[in-house]
């Protein structure tokens, strides 16, 4: 078999990340700092897959310093989490902090520190406190955006010193899709007025807290730097016909531009706003909102690609008695012989690491950013354990290596991508799904205390890592 070499650039990041409630459990937390994701295991348990949630989840909690042993040796040079909103304070209308939760979030950063794993830190990964969900309707509220402001303040007073890298959001736009747009997650309410609304509030928080980040100058202070985690669904038109192309363009519109677009360039597609006219699912923005989110733009970015999505003009006319949904302009398609993860029902298409990146060049000022989630869920792995007990999960190292090669070669083509970071560190519980979709370089033994085994990937990213260079085979997933 044919096998070239591709350098990692030295600077380049080779992280991996995770999240706060899909690893801390719930050790430690009071009754009242349910976030939206406790809220809805509670009250919907049954959708999640063998009842696991956010509970115990991997129980980082207490396991942080084994799995920051773990990170070092692997010798991940970043690791991304998140700060629990809902666990960080103790009365979110007044802003007091909860002492011994920051406390250990100080734990966690500093042994990152300690091991040479420099610390990411997003303020908001689906942790909305559970009371502002159910008092002020969640990101629905002006009200709401004030406070996360506040708290992010909290935040960067306690560890700005330390953590050069923060984001506001992870996947904004992903909650409001599920709940208010699709209606397929609690509590299943169709409005795509409220979907709107929240998708313009968190961009305008993103918006608030750089500004306060440039007041609080932790850029000229620390080095550090401010951004956004987008999960901008890399489109692609079934044909080269118009309508299928309108049909493209329009869903980018809805999907990847409605983020995008405020965050990088400060301003809203034009087209964007006269569709949520015609269609009464305009968002409350003032212009003086407008404004703020035109002058306080974003460092840099973190995408989270996953598979292409694909889509083609409608087919059949849309029913006008059900509510405006943006699929009122398109239909999936699915590529005839496309190469699929057969336990997720995802495409496998690393060419969208590419592409994505050449737009970030071309449309979005070649921005710095970089692949803040990438990576393979697979099920009942424990099926290609070997004799030693170890997973062989040589799939994830060949769907690892085809998307880097593909990144890698919009470095090489001048994209300013400046890292990759693999989803997931460890296995950990994902919404709905919980552990059935394993994802981890380090496994997580449900029946064995939570026990952490590093699989055959973990093995070989150490060496990635250690050497910069990627051995470059014949691709199974072209």
Not at 66 to 76: A, C, N, Q, R
Not at 344 to 371: H, L, S, T, V
Not at 376 to 382: A, L, P, R, T
Not at 457 to 464: K, Q
Request: proline share 3%; hydrophobic share 35%; with cysteine.
């Amino acid at each position: 078999m044919n096998t070239n070499i591709m350098k990692i650039p030295d600077h380049f990041i080779l992280g991996a990340a995770a999240s706060a409630w899909q690893t801390e459990g719930w050790s430690g937390k009071k009754d009242t700092q349910d976030s939206y994701l406790d809220l809805w295991y509670k009250n919907n348990q049954h959708v999640w897959h063998n009842g696991y949630g956010p509970a115990v989840a991997t129980d980082f909690y207490n396991h942080y310093q084994e799995d920051i042993d773990l990170m070092k040796e692997i010798g991940l040079t970043h690791y991304r989490t998140s700060i629990n909103w809902s666990r960080f304070l103790v009365d979110y209308e007044n802003v007091v902090v909860d002492e011994e939760y920051a406390s250990y979030m100080d734990n966690v950063i500093n042994t990152q520190i300690e091991a040479g794993v420099e610390p990411m830190i997003c303020l908001e990964h689906y942790e909305l406190p559970a009371v502002l969900f159910e008092t002020y309707g969640g990101w629905g509220s002006k009200r709401v955006v004030d406070l996360f402001v506040q708290y992010a303040e909290k935040v960067f007073e306690r560890y700005g010193d330390r953590v050069k890298y923060w984001f506001t959001f992870n996947e904004p736009i992903v909650i409001q899709t599920r709940v208010y747009l699709d209606a397929i997650r609690y509590p299943f309410e169709q409005n795509t007025k409220k979907w709107m609304q929240w998708n313009f509030n968190k961009a305008l928080t993103t918006a608030k807290v750089v500004r306060l980040f440039k007041q609080k100058q932790y850029k000229e202070k620390y080095g550090a730097k401010i951004g956004v985690i987008l999960n901008p669904e890399v489109t692609y038109a079934r044909s080269t016909a118009k309508h299928d192309i309108e049909a493209a363009r329009i869903y980018d519109l809805f999907y990847n531009r409605v983020f995008l677009d405020p965050s990088i360039k400060g301003e809203y597609p034009e087209e964007l706003f006269e569709l949520m006219e015609k269609h009464d699912i305009s968002f409350d923005a003032t212009k003086e909102e407008l404004q703020v989110i035109k002058e306080n733009t974003v460092d840099y970015v973190g995408l989270n690609l996953y598979f292409p999505h694909r889509v083609k003009a409608r087919t059949n006319a849309w029913d006008e008695r059900t509510p405006f949904h943006p699929a009122f302009y398109y239909e999936m398609f699915e590529l005839p012989g496309r190469k699929m993860n057969p336990f997720r029902g995802w495409e496998i298409y690393p060419q969208i690491m590419f592409d994505m990146a050449m737009r970030m060049k071309e449309e979005y000022g070649n921005i710095e950013w970089f692949i803040a989630e990438n990576g393979m869920g697979v099920e009942n792995e424990f099926n290609y354990k070997n004799e030693n007990g170890m997973i062989q999960d040589d799939y994830r190292i060949e769907f690892i290596s085809n998307h880097l090669k593909s990144l890698l070669h919009a470095v090489e083509q001048g994209s300013n991508c400046i890292g990759y970071m693999l989803w997931a560190f460890t296995d950990n519980v994902s919404p709905m799904n919980a552990f059935k979709n394993r994802y981890g370089l380090v496994e997580i033994n449900l029946e064995q205390d939570r026990n952490r085994i590093m699989k055959k990937s973990a093995y070989w990213y150490r060496n990635l890592i250690k050497e910069r260079e990627l051995q470059i085979k014949k691709d199974i997933f072209k």
